[in-house]
């Protein structure tokens, strides 16, 4: 199966997944989140400090969402910040706090103001279409996490925690050169040390 028809595959089977949660009402949303929230504090917790820096996102309507994660850092006091997206370039990460305005950007998807304090995340927490055991990641198709990671991992050892739902776990992606890998991959229901 090519990268194309894996990302469509993966994408119908994440839609019919979100769509039957959604017909569930919104507790069920907000259960998945608080589990995938567990998940990651239990693990990634005890390494984040003060001065930490943590990059999230802002979900497409089919994507894991990471706010509660978001809220439960912000509440620790640790540096939250979101992307902002330039095509053909890396990321750009700014702090965000309960009061930042968000607003949609490039591809519509909803970032901080270009005038919020520009920062260097630790960790990032990266949206993914699928991903397999190895954390080899396979994205919108955009490549700007890979860009992004490639470019912060030149001077900075940065951890990059991949946000999937269970059926987005494939048992392989071809790995291409330019492919970041992902640290560690967290679901509502487990956490995997990426094994690559």
């Not at 930490?52 to 994660?69: K, L, M, Q």
């Not at 925690?161 to 991959?185: K, N, S, T």
């Not at 967290?186 to 956490?191: G, I, S």
Request: hydrophobic share 45%; charged share 25%.
């Amino acid at each position: 199966m090519s990268k194309a028809e894996l990302r469509a595959a993966i994408r119908q089977e994440r839609r019919n997944f979100v769509q039957s949660v959604r017909a569930q009402g919104e507790a069920a949303e907000r259960r998945l989140a608080e589990a995938l929230a567990a998940q990651v504090f239990q693990h990634l917790g005890p390494h984040l400090q003060g001065g930490c820096v943590v990059a999230g996102y802002r979900p497409t309507p089919w994507e894991i969402d990471p706010s509660a994660i978001e809220a439960h850092l912000l509440a620790a006091g640790i540096t939250v910040a979101l992307p902002r997206t330039r095509p053909n370039a890396p990321l750009t990460f700014h702090a965000i706090d309960r009061h930042t305005v968000i607003e949609p950007g490039l591809h519509g998807i909803h970032e901080p103001p270009a005038d919020a304090p520009i920062v260097v995340p630790d960790v990032i927490l990266v949206p993914l279409v699928a991903v397999d055991r190895r954390g080899i990641r396979l994205g919108q198709g955009g490549g700007h996490y890979d860009r992004t990671l490639e470019a912060l991992r030149r001077d900075k050892t940065i951890r990059a925690i991949g946000l999937a739902f269970d059926v987005q776990l494939v048992d392989y992606i071809d790995a291409e050169p330019h492919d970041q890998r992902l640290d560690a991959i967290a679901t509502p229901t487990q956490w995997l040390a990426a094994d690559g």
